[in-house]
């Protein structure tokens, strides 16, 4: 019995071990505008400070023209148990990484970026901290070449009279820039309460 419990104990482990284990080439997060917004459009996304060891997602001044920089560069971490490419690998769920660098640059936290409820219904802010323990799984779908598009699986559909789970899950790329955050807005058919908010797109582009 306690061989056994140990054994359960190591395989559990290890397969922590392994949990997101398999990090991404470089790459910056570029915004598309569905209505060509010249404010966002083609413009470079980068961490803001908003708490203890805690980042948010703004709009910085750098374009996809620009070279990649410390502040603009994020990673896609995922699990090489789920894949048999692992690295860069498109629709695979992994944690949005941004290392935080301390020690006036002597040491690096990987960050993991987690939702937070704001205080606008339905909209979620996203919150880099230090660790793995809080995240929210993205996914990076092909789109051509040059570029994929993050976006998360929802598994419930509100689109109908009564709200149902949806198998499979959906595909849902709900992303507002609202006065200069990156947020996501909850549903399908819900739209931001927040008139600041205007919607895009995010793009993986590699740095």
């Avoid at 570029?30 to 917004?37: A, E, F, G, Q, Y």
């Avoid at 620009?66 to 992994?94: K, L, V």
Wanted: aromatic share 12%.
């Amino acid at each position: 019995m306690k061989f056994a419990i140990l054994a359960f104990a190591t395989l559990l482990a290890q397969a922590d071990a392994q949990a997101y284990n398999v990090q991404s080439d470089g790459f910056r997060l570029v915004l598309k505008s569905p209505t060509n917004n010249s404010a966002y459009n083609n413009r470079a996304l980068g961490p803001c400070h908003v708490g203890a060891a805690e980042e948010s997602l703004c709009l910085t001044n750098d374009t996809i023209i620009d070279p990649a920089r410390y502040a603009t560069a994020f990673y896609h971490n995922t699990t090489s148990y789920n894949h048999d490419n692992p690295q860069n690998a498109n629709d695979t769920a992994g944690i949005l990484n941004w290392p935080l660098r301390y020690n006036n640059g002597e040491g690096i936290a990987s960050s993991a970026m987690a939702f937070q409820y704001s205080a606008t219904p339905y909209l979620m802010s996203m919150i880099f901290a230090p660790g793995k323990a809080s995240h929210q799984n993205v996914y990076f779908e092909q789109r051509n070449s040059s570029y994929s598009t993050m976006y998360i699986i929802v598994s419930l559909n509100d689109t109908g009279s009564t709200p149902a789970f949806s198998i499979p899950a959906i595909k849902v790329s709900n992303w507002y820039i609202c006065t200069k955050y990156l947020m996501w807005n909850m549903g399908l058919t819900n739209e931001p309460l927040d008139s600041s908010c205007s919607r895009v797109s995010v793009q993986r582009v590699w740095a």
